[in-house]
């Protein structure tokens, strides 16, 4: 059974996810403050977090920064603030969606569903035998082993900008749209979700490029999305 792990204050909505997630199979704790939270996260076997922005001792961004320092694994970000920069700085720590409260159960019941999935997923791709290699120009980057080197240089990467690199990459001079980037590496339609895109790139160009503003790989191609220049 999988195990997630909610750090979230309010107790009632704390209650309220508890209890959809588990009529949905999971195996639910609970902490209801940033320090425990942490501590909790660190320290358990979970294969997905749900982490509120404000908390009590510390506040999500530091905790989701914590987290990120030692572990890859789905954390989903919640949140009354709904101004674009608190969604950017979340996603900016390391978080791999982003959730707007007041939200419907069944919509985070979805979202983890497909968190869930898709980390499956990557976690058998690491069992495989024979090393999967991307290389274009100075780019190189192993599947198998979730590894990407940049003129010889080993960059890190989430597991969200590790997954849309390898997208984008392995579909050379495609444009796609933020629509369809959100639905193909998130595993859902798009709800008022671009921004999440938005500063995945952003985050990719800045580890890989030289100058971000005029990338070599990842091309905006405004008003419509992004390609991936091969040439």
């Known amino acids: 059974m999988n195990r997630i792990l ?9 209650e309220l996810e508890k209890d959809y997630l588990e009529m949905n199979g999971f195996d639910i704790d609970v902490c209801n403050d940033g320090l425990s939270g942490e501590e909790a996260a660190l320290s358990g076997d979970y294969d997905l977090i749900i982490l509120d922005l404000m908390l009590p001792e510390i506040d999500g961004y530091e905790v989701c920064r914590k987290i990120r320092e030692e572990k890859d694994l789905p954390i989903i970000m919640v949140s009354a603030k709904k101004e674009d920069i608190d969604k950017i700085k979340g996603l900016g720590m390391g978080a791999d969606d982003y959730m707007t409260k007041p939200f419907s159960p069944s919509e985070l019941v979805a979202r983890v569903k ?22 274009i120009k100075d780019l190189r980057i192993d599947k198998t082993a979730r590894r990407v080197f940049v003129g010889g240089v080993e960059k890190q990467f989430t597991t969200k900008e590790f997954d849309l690199l390898v997208f984008l990459a392995e579909h050379p001079d495609e444009v796609f749209r933020k629509q369809d980037l959100f639905r193909e590496i998130w595993g859902m339609e798009s709800v008022g979700d671009i921004t999440t895109v938005t500063v995945h790139i952003k985050k990719i160009r800045e580890k890989m490029e030289d100058d971000p503003s005029t990338p070599r790989y990842i091309e905006t191609i405004w008003g419509v999305g992004y390609r991936f220049k091969v040439s």
Do not use: C, F, G
């Open 6 to 14: 909610i750090i979230e204050d309010e107790q009632a909505i704390a």
């Open 114 to 135: 497909a968190h869930m999935t898709r980390y499956s997923r990557l976690v058998n791709a690491k069992k495989a035998s024979n090393n999967d290699v991307l290389e």
